[in-house]
């Protein structure tokens, strides 16, 4: 065997054993730093939840009156108002040890249960939106539409058709407004939708 060969697999057998070995005891840092924080957030007591960002649902100023015969736009209606009488509130982002610290653990479940709603809402929103862009009702659409960007939701579509839908009228500066928006959420999405919503608004 090639003695430099030999030499050069040697070296690349030890730096990748050093590499092995620094990523395993970083994995290991970070479970025990996990479940250091885990074990802190289980000791937390309940605290009061009267700070909570509650969301309110203005079902009065949305565009109920038309297409009455859609069954689904009768079912997004109806979720909506069922909702009215929930508490919801935005916690994307946040983890279940996050809450846990923050509220204490006996109010996990009802905080997920908040949460629940807020999924159930941007989505109805959303899928009501959509039926009213399919059907020409664009100015309706946009109301549901700037409601949800305006509670946080992480929907990249309902930046994008909001986006579209005031660049199509030549407002740009609304359009660039949902950046600043889109860049303050907590979600995942957030890099996805600010870099899209950048390319729409900057795309001459």
């Not at 009501?128 to 579509?157: C, H, K, N, P, Q």
């Amino acid at each position: 065997m090639n003695m430099a060969f030999l030499a050069s697999l040697i070296a690349f057998m030890l730096i990748l054993s050093v590499i092995i070995k620094r990523q395993n005891k970083l994995t290991r840092k970070q479970e025990e730093s996990f479940w250091a924080r885990e074990a802190r957030a289980n000791s937390v007591r309940r605290k009061s939840l009267n700070g909570l960002d509650y969301i309110q649902i203005p079902l009065e100023s949305f565009p109920t009156s038309i297409l009455q015969n859609d069954d689904n736009v009768l079912e997004c209606i109806s979720t909506l108002e069922a909702l009215t009488s929930q508490k919801i509130v935005n916690l994307t982002g946040y983890t279940n040890t996050d809450l846990k610290l923050e509220y204490g653990t006996a109010n996990i479940t009802v905080l997920m249960e908040y949460d629940q709603n807020y999924t159930v809402l941007v989505r109805t929103l959303q899928k009501w939106a959509d039926i009213l862009l399919e059907t020409g009702y664009v100015d309706e659409a946009s109301v549901l539409m700037e409601f949800a960007v305006s509670t946080g939701t992480d929907i990249s579509r309902t930046y994008y058709e909001l986006a579209d839908y005031w660049i199509s009228r030549g407002e740009q500066f609304q359009a660039e407004r949902l950046i600043t928006m889109a860049e303050n959420l907590r979600s995942s999405n957030k890099e996805k939708i600010v870099r899209h919503l950048r390319e729409m608004c900057h795309s001459d």
